[in-house]
């Protein structure tokens, strides 16, 4: 950890003799079956509505997602789950693991508790959100809420 946090000083000097270097953070690489993306955006006539779909890279090129409207129930988030272009990613496609979809559908709904509960939200974004395989999990890597003024 010393050795990359040293590489890490080194490489800003490098670029920059005079940067001001405020701290390093070092977080644990998380890997598993795919990258997801939740999101919400408060509009004025329906309120907040949640979006999901891959993430990363795939939310970009493929724009392959699907919308509902808080509050959503454990049948609306598993239908949003469905209707993606790319389920198939998710379900043990070609060798691939089966991706956690209950943890997927909790997910869901806990965002929309939260918009709920918090109606002061304007925007959430969780990019990217790993779902491990079957039993396993997901995990937020990076997530982003930005409030009402």
């Not at 598993?32 to 907040?48: A, P, R, S």
Request: hydrophobic share 45%; with cysteine; net charge neutral.
């Amino acid at each position: 950890m010393e050795k990359a946090f040293n590489e890490i000083i080194q490489s800003v000097k490098a670029y920059s003799q005079n940067a001001r270097i405020e701290g390093v953070e070092v977080q644990e690489m998380v890997r598993g079956v795919q990258e997801l993306i939740i999101g919400v955006k408060k509009d004025l006539q329906f309120g907040h509505l949640i979006m999901f779909g891959l993430g990363g890279i795939f939310v970009e090129v493929l724009k392959d997602i699907t919308f509902g409207i808080v509050p959503v129930d454990k049948q609306e988030a598993l239908s949003m789950i469905r209707k993606i272009k790319s389920y198939k990613l998710l379900t043990g496609f070609r060798n691939l693991p089966e991706a956690d979809i209950p943890a997927i559908v909790e997910t869901i709904l806990k965002v929309s508790k939260l918009c709920e509960d918090f109606p002061e939200i304007n925007q959430l974004d969780i990019n990217p959100l790993v779902v491990k395989s079957k039993g396993n999990g997901i995990v937020m890597v990076d997530a982003r809420i930005i409030l009402n003024n």
